[in-house]
């Protein structure tokens, strides 16, 4: 056994993104305790490098090497210039957990021309993960890419997916961020289809209702009644937590393809199973990125 109650993940190589608060941060710590060497991806070097002094604290007694990267996944050229840096020095990859998101009240473009929640919570971790594949499959290649049961509001067949992707097809920050969190579903999925040979895992999951940064910006009356309603919520540590029981346990890595309620395994929301529509995401998504 590792520090505390968790197994053992010493020398093992794991990458968190969104790592400076909320479930990514909690992750981080739980991980490092656990032994595992960390990259930190973030996309505010300010709050990644006070988080990254938090996480180094939490994982001092079990020596683990804690780094930081800074990276904004709305943006291709930082994603690429990321998976580059990270290749460079990481011959296999263990863990990778894809937590990083946004909620936005308003609509917003990014530069590349994609609704801006839609670039950063799908695009840019579907890009990433696709960068890494070959560091993933030489090691471990556990993928947990964090969801939201928002995605049972989010439907990808109201519209095209050039649309919805553009932005084009807006109807409220959340409804647009349901269709992303639908969409980590489906991308998680249909990896398995994809990715069966390479001896890669990926799972997805609801981490709970969490006391989170990620209503901050959210000036929309659902963002303002989770801010005041923020201390009834669950402590971010119960997110990382399920993450942990996915990605730390060797009994668990046939356990794939599945999406989890915290840490109870349910079904998604119908499209979720939609082999038709995972298709046509992850052809678009190739198309979007140039991960292809």
């Known amino acids: 056994m590792g520090t505390g109650d968790h197994m053992s993940l010493k020398g093992q190589i794991a990458l968190v993104t969104g790592a400076n608060s909320g479930v990514g941060k ?38 683990a090497e804690v780094r930081l990267e800074i990276a904004d996944l709305s943006r291709p050229a930082d ?27 308003r609509r917003e473009i990014s530069p590349e021309g994609f609704e801006m929640m ?38 990808l067949r109201r519209a095209g997916l050039e649309a919805i992707a553009r932005g084009d097809a807006w109807r409220g920050g959340f409804k647009s961020y349901g269709d992303t969190k639908l969409a980590n579903v489906l991308f998680t999925f249909e990896s398995i289809r994809r990715w069966e040979d390479r001896g890669i895992t990926a799972n997805t999951l609801h981490p709970g209702t969490l006391r989170t940064r990620i209503a901050r910006r959210n000036r929309s009356t659902l963002g303002l009644l989770m801010r005041m309603t923020r201390s009834l919520l ?25 999406y989890f309620k915290v840490e109870e395994e349910v079904r998604a929301q119908a499209q979720a199973y939609d082999a038709d529509l995972a298709r046509e995401l992850w052809e678009r998504s190739l198309a979007w990125t140039g991960a292809a």
């Open 79 to 105: 994603v690429r210039a990321l998976a580059g840096r990270l290749a460079a020095w990481l011959p296999a990859i263990d863990i990778l957990v894809n937590n990083a998101g946004a909620w936005l009240h």
């Open 26 to 63: 909690s992750t981080a710590e739980l991980l490092v305790r656990a032994g595992a060497d960390l990259t930190m991806i973030c996309r505010s070097r300010e709050r990644g490098e006070a988080a990254l002094a938090e996480v180094q604290r939490a994982g001092a007694a079990a020596s």
């Open 234 to 258: 669950t402590r971010p540590e119960i997110g990382g937590r399920a993450v942990m029981r996915l990605v730390e346990d060797p009994s668990r890595d046939d356990v794939t393809g599945r």
């Open 118 to 155: 839609f670039a950063t919570n799908h695009l840019g971790h579907f890009l990433l993960t696709h960068l890494l594949l070959d560091g993933l499959a030489a090691g471990r290649g556990r993928i947990v890419n964090v969801s939201s049961d928002a995605h049972r509001y989010g439907d």
